[in-house]
């Protein structure tokens, strides 16, 4: 798949992606990137932790919607991969299974 160069905002909430489409998608991602919404797709930890290297190489990045994505542990790798990111604004990460277990 060729890399997407000129997206800033990019929608992909409930399209059921799986491991195998993350996967794909973080190769293909620009670090340009200001809007992410990957919403309700359910993808768990292990697409979280597929993802997450190329959401830490996106250095615009301003809104990030990871809702309902049963990310549970994946949690800590999705913090680290935002850390020092000063234009972001917003995060969603609700209905994601995030409690005080999943954070240790």
Known sequence: ?????????????????????????????????????????????????????????MSHLRILDFSINKINEGALDLAKALDNKPLMCTLVLCNNGIDDISMK
């Open 1 to 57: 798949m060729v890399a997407i160069r000129n997206i800033r905002s990019l929608n992909l909430r409930k399209i059921k992606i799986t491991n195998k489409g993350i996967r794909i998608l973080a190769n293909s991602l620009p670090t340009s990137i200001e809007e992410l919404n990957l919403s309700e797709n359910n993808f768990g930890v292990e697409g979280t932790q597929i993802i997450t290297p190329c959401i830490a190489n």
